[in-house]
């Protein structure tokens, strides 16, 4: 795994460990520290690899990128409180899941999970 996917990976999980547990910590996370810490991480993910360019290496890495972008969408309303359509993200996380449960035996919970976050976020449109 590419060193940008990893840092990008344990900031999200940062970030998430932060959220899901805001009540236990003495410090409450400001709605401006939020946002910029998730504009700061999509810009970053997206740096790392446009929708548009070409995908990464491997397989492994390529999933968790567009999951990771996946998870950040979940973050992103519009204005009816519904969540915005990423028909390109949506398409492009799917074919990067699809088929590879059996191909690649080792890394069959990163693409479940892959699944999972697609499930949760984008492939509802």
Not at 47 to 53: A, E, G, K
Not at 66 to 84: N, Q, R, V, W
Request: glycine share 4%.
């Amino acid at each position: 795994m590419s060193t940008d996917v990893h840092d990008a990976l344990v900031d999200i999980t940062s970030l998430a460990w932060l959220v899901n547990d805001i009540a236990g910590h003495e410090t409450k996370l400001d709605n401006y520290t939020f946002h910029d810490a998730l504009i700061l991480i999509a810009y970053r993910l997206i740096h790392i690899s446009p929708l548009c360019s070409l995908r990464l290496a491997g397989s492994l890495e390529n999933a968790l990128h567009l999951s990771l972008i996946a998870f950040i969408t979940s973050f992103l309303h519009s204005i009816s409180g519904k969540p915005p359509n990423f028909p390109l993200l949506s398409k492009l996380a799917r074919s990067a899941a699809e088929g590879r449960l059996e191909e690649d035996e080792d890394n069959q919970e990163m693409f479940l999970w892959t699944l999972f976050i697609g499930g949760a976020s984008i492939y509802s449109q």
